[in-house]
C-alpha cells in the first residue's frame, strides 16, 4: 500500500481494503463512462427495454420505445460504441441484444422483473 507518507492513517486495514476494492482507476474511470451514457433518459429506455426483448430491431424497438427510427438508430450507435449494447444481422434485418450479463443485472436494479401471471 502506497500512501502519503504526510497524511495520517486512522485505520490503516480500511485504507488497504479500500484501495484493494477500488482496483484498477482506469475500469473505474471506464464505468463512470458507461454510467454517463446511460444517464440520458432515452438510452436507459432502449436499454430497458432490449433488456425485456432479449433482442430486437430498431423499428420495433423505436415502437416499443416511443421514438423515431433515426432517433433509436443514433442512440444505439453510440451504445455500440461504448460496449453496452452488441448487435447482429439476420437477413437484412439488425437485432441488437444488450452486451454482458453485468447490463443485464443493472436493468434488474432500475426496472426489476414483474411476476409473470
Request: one cysteine or more.
Amino acid at each position: 500500500m502506497s500512501t502519503d507518507p504526510q497524511r495520517r492513517l486512522i485505520d490503516p486495514q480500511r485504507v488497504e481494503a479500500a484501495l484493494k476494492g477500488l482496483g484498477d482507476r482506469e475500469t473505474v474511470h471506464e464505468w463512470a463512462d458507461r454510467f454517463s451514457v446511460i444517464a440520458d433518459p432515452s438510452r436507459l429506455a432502449l436499454l430497458v427495454c432490449i433488456h425485456y426483448a432479449r433482442e430486437i430491431c430498431v423499428s420495433d424497438l423505436a415502437v416499443a420505445a416511443g421514438m423515431s427510427d433515426t432517433a433509436v438508430s443514433q442512440a444505439l450507435r453510440l451504445l455500440r460504441a461504448h460496449g453496452l449494447v452488441t448487435a447482429h444481422r439476420r437477413g437484412r434485418v439488425v437485432y441488437y441484444r444488450l452486451a454482458d450479463d453485468t447490463m443485464h443485472e443493472l436493468i434488474h436494479h432500475v426496472r426489476p422483473h414483474s411476476p409473470v401471471k
